[in-house]
């Protein structure tokens, strides 16, 4: 797992956020940046809870991030501290997931409690080799 690293926020258009980094400290692209209250200073003022998670898409120099937002944007600021997590997102997968609905971040949406698993994997992976997938006559069960 790669490093946690720190930047601030200095822009917000919509769901597309932008974020100064330390340099040498950018993130990778794919990479998830979580922004919560509880984890801003003293001098930045929050008016309500915030927990949005954001995925690295591009890389802008001058050390800025060009972020999309998973969930709403309500209440971002610029001057906001981002944490830079140095993985990418990761859902639940297996059996428990059967039948349930979720969001892309992984939480479940279907008011029926949390997915219980112990196996996550990355939404940006490697495709199954054309050796491993079925043919496209069979019944998919999901």
Not at 28 to 51: F, G, L
């Amino acid at each position: 797992m790669a490093n946690v690293t720190y930047g601030n926020v200095t822009q917000v258009i919509g769901a597309v956020v932008d974020i100064r980094f330390k340099p040498g400290d950018l993130p990778d692209i794919m990479s998830a940046i979580t922004i919560k209250s509880e984890d801003q200073d003293a001098d930045v003022k929050v008016a309500q809870k915030i927990d949005i998670t954001l995925e690295a898409f591009a890389h802008l120099g001058n050390d800025i991030a060009r972020c999309v937002a998973l969930n709403a944007t309500d209440g971002l600021r610029r001057g906001m501290k981002a944490t830079n997590t140095g993985a990418s997102i990761k859902v639940p997968v297996g059996e428990a997931c059967l039948g349930r609905l979720m969001n892309v971040l992984g939480d479940p949406i279907d008011e029926a409690g949390p997915i219980d698993t112990k196996e996550y994997w990355e939404i940006h992976r490697k495709p199954p080799a054309l050796t491993e997938q079925l043919p496209a006559t069979t019944m998919l069960e999901t």
